[in-house]
C-alpha cells in the first residue's frame, strides 16, 4: 500500500531547469533514505542522489553543482531541483525509498515509483 509517485518532469532545453517531486504515500511509519535514480535508454540505471533523514546529502559526480535534493519531512515528499541541464541527463527518473510501514513499524523496505521522463533537448 506504500506508494511513491512522481511528478515534475517534461521536455526542456539545454541549460533549462526542471524541479521533480516524489509523495510518499499509504501507511506510513517513517520514512527514511529517500533517493533519486535514472535510467537513459540503453543504460543501466543509476543513483542520481540521495537524501538521509539527518539531512546528509550525496551525488553522481556528474550533477553535482546542478542538481540539489531536498525533502519536506511534513509531506513525505523528496524534491530533485535541476538546472543546467544537459542532453545526457535525459532519462526517466525514479523515485525510490527506505520505509517503515505503518502496518510493521519495525521492517524497513526498498520502495519504488513508477518514474517521470525527462527529456533535454539539443
Known amino acids: 500500500q506504500v506508494q511513491l509517485v512522481e511528478s515534475g518532469g517534461g521536455l526542456v532545453q539545454v541549460g533549462g531547469s526542471l524541479r521533480l517531486s516524489c509523495v510518499t504515500s499509504?501507511?506510513?511509519?517513517?520514512?527514511?533514505?529517500m533517493r533519486w535514480y535514472r535510467q537513459a535508454p540503453g543504460k543501466q540505471r543509476e543513483l542520481v542522489a540521495g537524501i538521509s533523514t539527518g539531512g546528509s546529502t550525496n551525488y553522481v559526480e556528474a550533477v553535482k553543482g546542478r542538481f540539489t535534493i531536498s525533502r519536506d519531512n511534513a509531506k513525505n515528499t523528496v524534491y530533485l531541483q535541476m538546472n543546467s541541464l544537459k542532453p545526457e541527463d535525459t532519462g526517466v527518473y525514479y523515485c525510490?525509498?527506505?520505509?517503515?510501514?505503518?502496518?510493521?513499524?519495525?521492517?524497513?523496505?526498498?520502495?519504488w515509483g513508477q518514474g517521470t521522463q525527462v527529456t533535454v533537448s539539443s
Open positions: 525510490n525509498a527506505d520505509v517503515i510501514s505503518a502496518a510493521s513499524g519495525r521492517f524497513e523496505d526498498h520502495y
Open positions: 499509504g501507511p506510513i511509519f517513517s520514512v527514511n533514505t
